[in-house]
């Protein structure tokens, strides 16, 4: 397996021919593809913003935003701008500290996910070797975030938003965690490379979907509760009048929920495409029609190729599951909170603990195709 | 054991019909993005108001005979008719008459018992101010006729649902020859004419 572009080396090695130290290279090097990173992740909620906004208007026969920026597009930026200058109050009786680390502890940790998402076999920050634990670590940093939100609000509806919250993303947990688990038993590794290499080879063929069809049932379903996403928005519930956790939130600070929250969506995206469906991956195997039209791996053009077509794919997989969200938000009622604690511990529970039973035996029966 | 694979049974049918709904809600969902948005783009477009429609009221100062029948059949007795008795006319003098459309519900009571037909309605609708006092029409203001939909080159008339052919659902980009079922009621009006001439005249 070829390795691709590696844009770390590339950097490093023109900078220390510049005349730099290896060393200072090397820290030249270290904050770009993070500001990188934060970029694509706040683009990434600006698309998801608009989207949101115009495939809503679609299905309700409405047109949506139209004159902020051609086609509308600016809206997001409105948006922002809007709660930028709006005043940021804190309540009274409030406790002040927590009230402010509250959104901070909520969105920092979704974008520190960013840190595993791949785009590429070297287009990621870091290739930890705990990637996919990683993230279902830190997100279980956001409800304490919503929690002490809620609390420090100073205010029972806002507490109990938050105690709602919490308890959504905890039980929610469990079953995004065990259909993970069963992926990465197939793969035999957390990291985010080795399971989208894993799937790679056979096109769209070696996908993981047509293996673990139930665990991407039951991930997408854990991974809109965990973005508090329609069915699952009852924390929050727009169209009633008390916001939840947030409603004592103004300016900024609602702004980073907002943010969050569709930062977490988009990455929950990007997840469903690199745990399902081949991450980077070609719907047809391109290694092997350059190899079988004679095309060398390490040609400099067709790795540069490979690698824009690597981030599209990606992209373009993550955005068909956020058009899906969209469009399920407009189709399916909002749940009751014991409907949805139902559903999260009476059923996706036992079907995920199910699903992984027989990944298990599917593995040991068939490893050939399990990965053994 | 059997009565508990029953049991899982059951609830895997159940399952499955309940995706199977939601799938049935998703294609719905997603027919209606390919349909064309009913929107209405005021001020750049504007629905033609229905020949029914009840808006701002005119008034003429002429035919007005000051009977006050449009205060005594209005809910809240709204209009105001200052007139003063001409003694060698010996007949009432109308001075001012007024409505206030910031109170009015447009039931348009008041046009349907006018015994001179000195008050009408029209299909005005847009009566923003800054002030509401400015919504206290008096005659002069009443006497003025709005401005048509249909006559304004800025505004693109989209018709109502009611005024489309039959199987039309949205008014935008229709020629003006698709018209809807039925005559129009100028037509209507003419037939009246031609066939009794006589009863129109009284």
Redesign the interface.
């Known amino acids: 397996m070829n390795s691709g572009i590696d844009l770390q080396q590339s950097v490093i090695e023109i900078l220390s021919n510049l005349g730099l130290p290896p060393g200072v290279a090397k820290l030249v090097w270290l904050p770009l593809p993070m500001v990188l990173m934060l970029v694509t992740a706040v683009l990434g909620v600006f698309t998801g913003v608009w989207l949101e906004r115009k ?1 809503s ?7 949506g935003p139209e004159y902020i920026g051609p086609l509308g597009i600016l809206a997001p930026a409105a948006d922002g701008l809007k709660l930028l200058f709006k005043e940021d109050i804190t309540p009274g009786n409030a406790d002040a500290v927590l009230f402010t680390i509250g959104p901070a502890l909520v969105v920092i940790p979704v974008f520190l996910s960013y840190l595993v998402v791949p785009f590429g076999q070297n287009m990621l920050i870091s290739d930890l070797s705990i990637g996919v634990f990683l993230w279902i670590a830190l997100s279980s940093i956001a409800p304490i975030g919503l929690l002490m939100s809620g609390y420090a609000s100073n205010n029972k509806y806002s507490l109990l938003g938050g105690l709602r919250a919490a308890a959504q993303s905890i039980s929610y947990e469990i079953p995004l965690a065990l259909a993970v688990l069963a992926v990465v038993m197939m793969s035999n590794s957390l990291s985010t490379i080795d399971i989208v290499n894993q799937q790679s080879g056979y096109g769209i063929l070696g996908w993981n979907v047509w293996r673990q069809p139930v665990g991407l049932l039951l991930f997408w379903i854990a991974a809109l509760a965990e973005c508090e996403r329609l069915p699952f928005d009852l924390p929050e519930a727009e169209e009633e009048i008390v916001a939840g956790y947030q409603t004592e939130y103004s300016g900024m600070k609602f702004a980073l929920f907002y943010i969050g929250s569709y930062v977490n969506l988009v990455l929950s995206a990007l997840f469903v495409a690199i745990l399902y469906f081949g991450g980077w991956g070609f719907p047809v195997p391109l290694e092997q029609v350059a190899s079988l039209l004679g095309v060398s791996e390490t040609n400099a053009v067709f790795q540069v190729v490979m690698a824009a077509i690597g981030i599209v794919t990606t992209l373009l997989k993550a955005y068909f599951f956020i058009f899906l969200a969209i ?2 938000r ?3 009622p909002r749940v009751r909170i014991d409907q949805l604690l139902d559903l999260g511990w009476k ?1 996706l529970l036992p079907v995920g603990l199910a699903n992984l039973l027989l990944t298990a035996g599917l593995k040991l029966t068939f490893p050939f195709a399990f990965g053994g | 054991m059997l009565k508990f694979l029953n049991k899982i049974g059951d609830y895997a049918k159940e ?1 499955l019909q309940s995706a199977r709904y ?1 799938g049935q ?2 294609s ?3 027919d ?2 390919q ?5 209405v ?1 005021y001020p750049y477009e504007k629905l033609i108001p229905s020949e029914r429609f009840r808006g701002r009221i005119h008034f003429e100062f002429d035919k007005c005979i000051s009977c006050e029948v449009c205060v005594r059949v209005c809910p809240i007795n709204l209009p105001v008719v200052d007139w003063e008795f001409n003694k060698e006319l010996k007949k009432k003098q109308l001075r001012h008459y007024s409505i206030d459309f910031g109170v009015c519900i447009f039931c348009a009571n008041c046009v349907e018992y006018c015994p001179t037909n000195c008050l009408s309605v029209t299909e005005e609708y847009e009566l923003s101010t800054y002030d509401r006092h400015e919504l206290n029409f008096d005659n002069v203001a009443m006497g003025r006729l709005p401005y048509k939909v249909t006559d304004d080159p800025m505004v693109t008339p989209i018709r109502e649902f009611a005024y489309l052919p039959a199987g039309t659902l949205s008014g935008h980009d229709l020629p003006a020859s698709a018209q809807r079922a039925g005559d129009r009621p100028e037509d209507v009006a003419k037939t009246l004419k031609t066939s009794s001439p006589e009863q129109s005249e009284d």
């Open positions: 495939i208007a679609a299905a309700q026969q409405r047109i469009l399920l407009w189709t399916v059923f | 399952t939601i809600g998703l719905v969902t997603f209606h993005m349909r064309r948005p009913i929107t783009q």
